[in-house]
C-alpha cells in the first residue's frame, strides 16, 4: 500500500470515529402515551375506585426546555358513591422541571375534574406543587388552591411526600413512599391521614410495565357505603403500556 492510500484510509477511519461518537441531537420535544389497568386505583393510600379494578390512560408532552404539559384519567367510583354522576377523573397538568448540579426541580400546577359530578360541594381540584430531587429521593409539596375533593371550607389542604426511587437492575426497581395529607377546616380534621406504600415495578421492555405495591393508610374514617374501608392495607396489581 503507498503513503497516498494508508493516509487516505487513515484519515477516512478517523472521521468514521469522530462521526460514530457525535450524539445525535436531542429533539426538541416529546409527546408520549400510556394506557393501563390496575387491580385497585389508590391516590395517596385512598381507594377512588370502590377496591375495584380501573383502566387509566394519559400523554405528555415534554420540551428540551424543561417546560411539559400532560393529561391522565382513570375510571372512578367515588364519586357516584358520594350520590354524583361521574365515573371518571380527568387529570390536567402542566410546569418545568430543571435541576442545578445534582439537585432536580419540579413546580407546576395540578387541577382534578370530575365531568358532570352533580355534587353540591365541586369535587374539581386545583393543587400547586413543587418538588426537589437529590440522588434517588424527591420530596414535595402539593397546595390545594380550592375545595379539596368536595369537602367544605378545605382551601389551601396539602400533601406532603417522600419517596425513592431504586434501580435493583435487570428491568426491576424499587420505590418506598411516604405521605401526609392534611384536609384544612376543623370540620375535616378527622380526615387528615398519613399514607405509605412500597412498590416493585418490572420494565420488560417495549414500553410494557408491570408494578405489584403495598398502599396503605392509618385513618378508617373513608368508609364506602357497602362498608369496606378505604384506606386500609392492600396490595395493588398494575400493568401499564407506554408508546
Known sequence: MNLKASALLSTLALSGAAFAQTAAPAPDYTLSFNVGAVSEYRYRGISQSRKKPALQAGADFAHKSGFYIGTWGSTIKWISDAGGDADVEIDVYGGYKGSVGAFGYDVGVLTYQYPDHSLPISPNTTEVYLAG??????????????????????????????SAAFDLGGGWSLTPHIGYQKV?????DPFSYTDYSLTLGKDFGNGLAASAAL??????NYIAPNGKNLGNGTVVLGLKYSF
Open 215 to 220: 398502599v396503605g393508610t392509618d385513618n378508617d
Open 184 to 188: 384544612k377546616g376543623a370540620a375535616n
Open 133 to 162: 430531587t437529590f440522588g434517588p429521593a424527591t420530596l414535595k409539596y402539593s397546595h390545594a388552591t380550592s375545595n379539596l375533593f368536595g369537602f367544605a371550607n378545605s382551601k389551601n389542604s396539602y400533601y406532603l411526600d417522600l
